[in-house]
């Protein structure tokens, strides 16, 4: 099982950009998909993007198209969340997860992106 720390929420005014972080431990990173969700306050969590074991495809939800882009570096084990653009609608807690997205086999504690209008 991989185990997972994200960092890189905070605060941020609408239109700026903040890069989230997700560091991984286990053997079993550089062949998992990673991806992220998100969870705002009194909404079901939901799918933002995922990234294939070798970083060759990536998925990202329509809400977020064009202006949020996940990497990965498995020399560091470690992906990320580029968010620009950011908007009022995109404050939540988001999390980063390792395997399927249907059903992901390890979720991290969350950090929080507050933006503000």
């Known amino acids: 099982q991989v185990q997972l720390v994200e960092s890189g929420g905070g605060l941020v005014q609408a239109g700026g950009s903040l890069r989230l972080s997700c560091a991984a431990s286990g053997r079993t990173f550089s062949s998992a998909t990673m991806g992220w969700f998100r969870q705002a306050p009194g909404k079901e969590r939901e799918f933002v993007a995922s990234?294939?074991?070798?970083?060759?495809?990536?998925y990202s939800a329509d809400s977020v198209k064009g202006r949020f882009t996940i990497s990965r570096d498995n020399a560091k084990n470690t992906v990320y969340l580029q968010m620009n653009s950011l908007k009022p609608e995109d404050t939540a807690v988001y999390y980063c997860t390792a395997g399927p997205i249907t059903r992901p086999s390890s979720w991290g504690q969350g950090t929080q992106v507050t933006v503000s209008s």
């Open positions: 990234i294939t074991w070798s970083g060759g495809t990536t």
